[in-house]
């Protein structure tokens, strides 16, 4: 069965420090990646997306196939970044619609 | 646009009791998804609308029902409640069955007591 892992419940770094959010996948196929972001008192919101291959708010992920990983970094956080971020899987193909999510790490860039 | 709306915000119920939660997709949406969100947890996907059927279904029990109506908003059905099922339900809307991209509402948080 398809399981999004996300090791870290809580990541804290100072302002300017790189940050590095770990996702790491189970899979037997080739799903569709993306990374959501919540902040306070706000909806969750599509933050990045594999295929995409892009740099948003400066963040970038990059999808590992061979370790099965998809994780977010950032060269320098800013306290803006403070929020959880959750790693999603979505099936592609006939199971398209279908989507797993870990369980979230919750970022805390401090001044 | 207002994006995805949900109603109610917030829900009381007691055990054994049924209950109905409501979603009206972001415009130009044609496809909702619930997810159930336990404190603590991410999102659990309960199932995904299209076409006003149920295109894909995650591991609830038939407790769990839903709808879809001809302008595309969705109702998520419990009954026989129990207090497992107190958590925040989700909805999400994409431009499409196969377009993975989906956009949140605020949720319902449903407690049972």
């Known amino acids: 069965a398809q399981r999004v892992t996300q090791p870290e419940k809580l990541l804290s770094v100072f302002k300017g420090a790189p940050v590095e959010l770990k996702c790491n996948y189970s899979?037997?196929?080739?799903?569709?990646l993306f990374w959501y972001v919540q902040y306070s008192r706000q909806r969750l919101q599509l933050l990045l997306r594999?295929?995409s291959r892009e740099s948003i708010k400066g963040f970038t992920a990059d999808l590992n196939k061979g370790e099965t990983s998809f994780h977010l970094k950032k060269p320098f956080a800013q306290e803006e970044d403070s929020a959880m971020y959750y790693c999603?899987?979505?099936?592609?193909?006939?199971?398209?619609?279908?989507?797993?999510f870990g369980d979230g790490t919750t970022l805390t860039v401090k001044p | 646009d207002a994006g995805v709306t949900q109603s109610p915000t917030h829900l009381i119920k007691t055990r054994g009791q049924q209950v109905t939660l409501r979603c009206s997709p972001k415009s130009g949406h044609d496809t909702v998804s619930w997810y159930q969100q336990a404190l603590g947890q991410g999102p659990q996907f309960i199932f995904q609308?299209?076409?006003?059927?149920?295109?894909q279904r995650g591991n609830f029990p038939d407790r769990f029902s839903g709808h879809q109506f001809p302008n595309y908003s969705s109702e998520l059905n419990v009954n026989a409640l129990l207090l497992g099922d107190s958590a925040l339900y989700l909805c999400?809307?994409?431009?499409?069955?196969?377009?993975?991209?989906?956009?949140f509402g605020a949720g319902t948080r449903l407690s049972v007591l």
């Open positions: 609308y299209y076409e006003e059927e149920e295109r």
């Open positions: 899979y037997s196929g080739s799903p569709e």
């Open positions: 594999h295929i």
């Open positions: 999603a899987l979505s099936f592609v193909g006939t199971n398209a619609g279908k989507s797993t």
């Open positions: 999400a809307s994409s431009p499409g069955a196969g377009n993975n991209i989906q956009y």
